[in-house]
């Protein structure tokens, strides 16, 4: 019996969908736990939780940049501890549809394949991501319509438009949730002498920033280190100071965005009043980011039901043949071209 999967390794979180139970199985954060022997010791939220604080026989790392893995050993134990967690039958046959940018090089593609077959699975296809978020958001890519999709990741922010089951144009850049989180370290450092985790910046993203400006501030507590003394100590930071802060970034989304529509083919140009813009990926969340597409675009903009899975289930859905979508799927195994 053989098992379809959707996979998605992600630079901050890694999904996993479950195509023959039509659920997502396993969502982690892409980091790993290994100790001096190089063995993993910890993967997803248990290695996060223990990120910056080991000792010297314990080293946390993150494997995956910008869609690009870095780490094959540590990717694969991931990926091993993910699937043995969440898959009871591990005796079945995998097959597994993984997610990748548009424009990634053959080296990198060969990558994910090696790393889902070292991690147990028998048959591995890739899916451009673009195409598996416009089909997680329940699009049917294979109409002869354009469709823009906007998947504001952690480390990379791609757009494109997708019709007749394949990507037209695409566009990407390196700003999204990471280059938004360090903005927030980076300002109340030079303003206030304090040094804050990744994790208090991200806490401070959810709840204050906001990609439009404000007419009133909201004011939080941030927890740091004092970079003088080094004693732990607490800031007052308003909303204000986090927009101005994170503007640079939104400006270079948004840019990137009309980039792509500047490239986009009139034939299809016209559909985009009609179908929209989609948005996927966890930093379509920041609030404000939709409405401030929407008035630099002049398109209507939909943020897609789970915007942090979509991709996940688009590439499951495309390998459980669904729709006839696993024509858009190619398969490792038949890769000649290394």
Do not use: H, W
């Not at 990926?79 to 597994?96: C, G, Y």
């Not at 986090?242 to 299809?268: F, G, K, Q």
Request: aromatic letters at 4%.
């Amino acid at each position: 019996m053989a098992i379809d999967l959707g996979i998605d390794l992600g630079t901050a979180s890694s999904q996993i969908y479950n195509a023959d139970s039509g659920k997502i199985i396993a969502n982690a954060p892409t980091v790993v736990a290994v100790n001096s022997y190089g063995d993993v010791t910890a993967a997803g939220s248990s290695a996060l939780e223990i990120l910056g604080k080991t000792g010297e026989n314990v080293t946390v790392l993150e494997p995956i940049k910008d869609g690009a893995i870095t780490n094959f050993d540590v990717t694969v134990g991931l990926l091993k501890k993910l699937l043995d967690e969440n898959l009871s039958n591990t005796f079945s046959k995998i097959r597994a549809a993984v997610c990748v940018p548009s424009g990634l090089g053959d080296v990198e593609k060969r990558a994910v394949e090696e790393v889902v077959i070292s991690a147990g699975a028998k048959e591995v296809y890739l899916i451009e991501a673009p195409l598996a978020g416009a089909i997680g958001a329940g699009i049917d890519i294979n109409e002869p319509k354009g469709y823009v999709i906007v998947d504001v990741g952690a480390g990379t922010t791609e757009a494109a438009v997708v019709s007749l089951g394949g990507v037209v144009v695409s566009k990407s850049v390196k700003i999204a949730g990471n280059a938004i989180d360090s903005d927030i370290i980076q300002i109340i450092k030079k303003r206030y002498n304090i040094e804050i985790p990744r994790s208090e910046a991200e806490k401070l993203k959810i709840k204050l920033a906001n990609a439009l400006p404000s007419m009133s501030a909201e004011v939080i507590q941030a927890q740091g280190k004092d970079m003088y003394n080094g004693v732990p100590k607490n800031v007052s930071i308003s909303s204000n100071e986090l927009n101005s802060a994170i503007r640079d970034s939104i400006t270079r989304i948004i840019d990137t965005v009309r980039a792509l529509l500047e490239e986009t083919p009139p034939e299809l140009a016209s559909d985009l009043l009609e179908t929209g813009i989609v948005l996927t990926g966890g930093g379509s969340n920041l609030r404000g980011l939709g409405k401030l597409i929407r008035s630099s675009t002049g398109i209507n903009v939909y943020i897609s039901e789970d915007p942090v899975c979509s991709t996940a289930k688009g590439a499951g859905i495309a390998m459980a043949d669904r729709g006839g979508l696993r024509n858009m799927l190619f398969r490792a195994t038949s890769r000649k071209s290394y």
